[in-house]
């Protein structure tokens, strides 16, 4: 089968963490890093096509081998490819070598957190390490996005999480990834949230966005919303949820296995070949038929939907796989509301 242009391929820098997130789709791998070879040969892989692509670098906890992440990011600028970067991390080991080397490299900052100090200590550990993590990148003047996996223990505090990142100016806002129960979140029986819920957490978030916004030089951003909102101007079908969906995502393990997505890494029913034979064929059909569905006749969405992640569809199951659609009605259910602006 023909080649895919890949543009968006994910490269986890290793495998080992220095959290025991209660959320996290992985296994329990034993540690291994990426070696100098398979980095290259996934960049050259994506690189081929001439068209832009975006890098990210994940994990595992990437910060934890800095010089490998600045090794590949400078492979990357070094080349002169069209390419966009950014790091996802648990922001507990951001320091200002880490950080020079996003500046350098011009990488982009994501990270990972549930909610205030509390909640993100009870579910992830290492609180205040992030949030050190978050003061450092506004030293630096480097923005950076959140992410926030919805589960049954930080959903009611969502308006708290908000009140916690508007004392941060250069967090630019927060995107939501529900739970995925798959790896040390399935074994651990991590809890879906309900959709009372949700819709009680996500409004809150709303309202508290909307006051914190009034008062802030630069607005945080929900990226649901802004999907929502974006779905409902432009009153177009829907569009793929992301590059997975049409086989133009590759994820790479450190031993140079290939996946569709990051959160199928591991998971030997996803693999997809190697760096050196990518199987195409099953990189472009693994996600085929994977939608979100739920009540759609009574959603002002219907047809229009921005959708969810294919490998969240694909390992869960029943009301799990309705988060997403709770989310966007209780946004969909805000914006009518007659004091949002």
Not at 64 to 71: G, N, S, T
Not at 95 to 109: K, P, T
Not at 210 to 238: F, I, Q, T, W, Y
Request: with cysteine; glycine share 8%.
């Amino acid at each position: 089968m023909t080649a895919a242009a890949i543009r968006y391929l994910v490269l986890w820098v290793t495998t080992a963490c220095n959290l025991r997130c209660a959320c996290c789709y992985r296994g329990d791998p034993s540690p291994m890093t990426m070696d100098t070879a398979t980095a290259e040969a996934a960049l050259r892989l994506a690189a081929s096509s001439g068209r832009p692509f975006h890098v990210q670098l994940s994990g595992g906890e990437p910060t934890l081998e800095p010089r490998r992440v600045a090794a590949i990011a400078k492979s990357v600028r070094d080349a002169g490819w069209q390419a966009t970067m950014a790091i996802q991390t648990n922001g507990t080991l951001l320091d200002n070598g880490v950080l020079e080397i996003c500046r350098r490299y011009a990488v982009s900052v994501g990270v990972s957190l549930d909610g205030p100090p509390q909640i993100q200590e009870r579910l992830r550990g290492g609180a205040s390490e992030t949030f050190h993590g978050l003061e450092l990148l506004a030293r630096f003047d480097l923005p950076v996005r959140v992410t926030t996996v919805l589960s049954a223990g930080n959903t009611p505090h969502l308006g708290e999480l908000l009140l916690a990142l508007a004392a941060f100016p250069t967090v630019e806002g927060v995107g939501f990834d529900p739970l995925v129960l798959k790896g040390r979140a399935l074994r651990q029986k991590a809890e879906i949230p309900s959709e009372e819920s949700i819709r009680h957490g996500v409004t809150a978030m709303l309202e508290v966005l909307g006051r914190v916004n009034r008062a802030r030089r630069v607005p945080l951003r929900c990226r649901e919303l802004e999907a929502v909102r974006k779905a409902l101007s432009d009153g177009a079908s829907s569009r793929p949820y992301c590059h997975a969906c049409s086989g133009e995502s590759l994820a790479v393990h450190p031993d140079g296995t290939v996946y569709p997505c990051s959160q199928t890494i591991g998971d030997p029913a996803m693999r997809a070949g190697t760096v050196a034979s990518v199987d195409w064929q099953r990189l472009k059909s693994v996600f085929r038929g994977a939608a979100l569905k739920g009540h759609c006749g009574e959603c002002p969405l219907a047809g229009r939907c921005p959708g969810d992640c294919p490998s969240r569809l694909t390992y869960n199951d029943g009301p799990s796989r309705q988060v997403m659609c709770t989310v966007y009605q209780t946004i969909c259910a805000y914006l009518t509301r007659e004091d949002v602006p």
